[in-house]
């Protein structure tokens, strides 16, 4: 399997990351074990019209999914099953709260699920998707439906955007209580509004984005001890560290220095077969 990493135009990067073309080809299935990156997304994909991914299987669930669907944050570790075959799958990787801006959800409602994006548009774009005569064509047609999701102008939470940019920033620090000073605001009211916007709570959201800022590391190289890395994040001690990784990976910090069959994108998160 190869990808490509598609810009999104201008008007749409406040609200989506990027797009993600990936191919696939081979005459056996392919399963792609994906680390949580808390991050929404919409996926289209499809062999003939009828979807190339098998299911997609979590520690609390097992999903068959349609050719084009919209999921929510995840917080989990899960593995991709997709069939043998020659096909392209396009991924619209989202900002952590575009659930709400985009589309008007409480995002904690699809936090660690999905939902058929037909439900909102009211054209068919699935078929219109299937039917599309190439990449280029299947990907204009995505940015037209997101340009229309802008026009409807809903109400955005520049607060909870904030607090995102802050932990982007520096998930090595950031604290629910340094954001809660900065931003001088309630930890009931904050942590309501940030799971409406964002899907999960603030502290949930802090500690897979510091797990992802881990792997960062830990894949490049620079670090002579993995205690190191422990210490630069702020983990309280390294049974903290190390537990954190095996939770969101199913690795320890030492088998992922170590694997070399995975990909680390900073946008798209940490995923090995």
């Not at 993600?20 to 949580?36: D, F, Q």
């Not at 940015?143 to 102008?153: D, G, I, P, V, Y």
């Not at 409406?196 to 510091?210: C, F, K, L, M």
């Amino acid at each position: 399997m190869k990808f490509d990493l598609i810009p999104v135009p201008e008007p749409l990067k406040r609200d989506v990351e990027c797009f993600r073309v990936s191919e696939h080809s081979g005459t056996e299935g392919l399963a792609i074990k994906v680390a949580p990156k808390a991050l929404p997304g919409i996926v289209f994909q499809h062999d003939n019209g009828r979807t190339a991914l098998q299911n997609i299987i979590t520690p609390s669930y097992i999903a068959h999914i349609p050719t084009l669907f919209l999921h929510g944050t995840v917080t989990e570790p899960s593995v991709m099953n997709y069939k043998a075959g020659s096909y392209t799958s396009i991924q619209v990787v989202l900002k952590p709260h575009a659930l709400k801006s985009l589309f008007g959800l409480d995002a904690s409602s699809l936090a660690n699920g999905s939902v058929e994006l037909n439900e909102f548009s009211a054209d068919d774009l699935n078929m219109q998707l299937i039917e599309a005569k190439s990449v280029p064509d299947q990907i204009a047609r995505l940015t037209s439906f997101l340009f229309a999701q802008l026009k409807w102008e809903r109400t955005r939470d520049a607060l909870v955007e904030a607090s995102l940019n802050m932990i982007h920033h520096d998930a090595a620090t950031v604290s629910v209580k340094s954001l809660l000073q900065h931003l001088n605001i309630s930890e009931r009211h904050f942590e309501r509004r940030f799971s409406q916007a964002v899907g999960i709570s603030p502290q949930s959201y802090i500690r897979v984005r510091r797990f992802n800022e881990a792997i960062r590391l830990i894949k490049t190289g620079q670090y002579a001890k993995l205690t190191d890395i422990a210490h630069t994040l702020c983990y309280y001690d390294q049974s903290h560290f190390i537990r954190d990784i095996k939770a969101f990976s199913g690795m320890t910090p030492k088998d992922i220095s170590s694997k070399e069959n995975d990909s680390y994108h900073a946008q798209l998160g940490y995923s090995y077969v």
